[in-house]
């Protein structure tokens, strides 16, 4: 082994580190119309979809491109980050998915929906998209839609 191996192990130690130390910043507020909130095993399952349908490009990801979406009639989840301040940012976002049909839910953190989307940013809102009959995550998309339709007090 040369002194650049080593280097470069060193290198990729430490930046292992620093991912294990790079916990999300704690929750410090919540929206009062941030209900129904997942958690546990459904917000596990949800960062799962997430993952699998940003890597096959099936996600709109922010507010004006959600809101677009919605109103164009497209079908899908919406998951809105329950930290959001000020909140009439995204007020106006649950009222649309109720008019048209779209299940959508809560997490407690925008980081927690930038690092199952695998980005550092924090993501305030995200719509995955409905899956055709061939992709890859149809099966856990069903398996969080109807939990969510489950835990969803108006749907």
């Known amino acids: 082994m040369g002194k650049k191996d080593k280097a470069a192990e060193e290198e990729k130690e430490d930046k292992d580190k620093e991912e294990e130390d790079a916990e999300p910043p704690k929750v410090l507020y919540t ?3 941030a209900k129904p909130m997942v958690t546990d095993k459904l917000l596990s399952r949800a960062c799962k979809l997430l993952k699998k349908a940003v890597s096959e490009k099936q996600t709109r990801r922010g507010v004006p491109e959600c809101t677009k979406a919605l109103r164009k009639g497209q079908q899908g989840l919406v998951f809105m980050a329950g ?3 000020p909140m009439d940012v995204f007020a106006h976002v649950p009222i649309l998915c109720e ?19 695998q980005t550092r940013r924090p993501i305030s809102i995200i719509m995955v998209m409905k899956p055709k009959a061939d992709a890859t995550y149809s099966k856990t998309y069903e398996q969080v839609e109807t939990a ?3 835990i969803h007090p108006y749907m």
Do not use: E
């Open 148 to 150: 969510i339709k489950a």
């Open 31 to 33: 929206s009062p119309i």
């Open 83 to 85: 930290d959001i301040f």
């Open 99 to 117: 008019d048209k049909g779209v299940s959508y839910c809560f997490v407690a953190s925008r980081h927690t929906l930038g690092g199952a989307c």
